[in-house]
């Protein structure tokens, strides 16, 4: 079953509030299924997360370090015999990971899936603006 999420849920996962994801579906920028309360397709939200990632550009306008969980949308899975790509958009962040195709298969991984990225780095590089 594909996955959808609440408003709520969308606009946490976009970065947004709940009232521009409403005005978003009123406008057709997100579709919506026939349930109530309505919920937003997985795979359109993974597309609107890519559209909204692509037009944010380069944040290092802001004051950030990143974490080691990222939660976003898979956007893309490419499956061969043995290995599988995933790509996870989570918020301005596309973040790639290579795996086995059994660990897609076991993990349901899908385009519109939710999905949490989780790096383990010896390395954390902090950045700030400069004055």
């Known amino acids: 079953m594909p996955a959808s999420y609440k408003i709520s849920q969308a606009a946490r996962l976009l970065g947004v509030s ?9 406008q057709g920028a997100l ?24 037009a944010a550009g380069d944040p290092t306008d802001v004051l950030s370090s ?3 969980r990222f939660t976003g949308l ?11 790509q995933v790509d996870i958009q989570a918020g301005p962040h ?8 059994e660990a897609v298969r076991d993990l349901g991984l899908e385009v519109g899936s939710l999905a949490v990225a989780v790096v383990k780095a010896t390395t954390v590089i902090v950045e700030t603006p400069r004055p």
Not at 18 to 26: A, F, H, I, Q, S
């Open 18 to 26: 709940d009232d521009t994801v409403r005005r978003w579906v009123e």
């Open 31 to 54: 579709p919506v299924t026939d349930s109530s309360p309505a919920e937003i397709p997985g795979d359109a939200l993974a597309r609107r997360a890519v559209e909204l990632s692509a």
């Open 66 to 68: 990143a974490r080691n």
């Open 74 to 84: 898979v956007t893309r899975v490419i499956v061969d015999q043995v290995a599988a």
């Open 94 to 101: 596309r973040v790639v990971s290579l795996m086995t195709a």
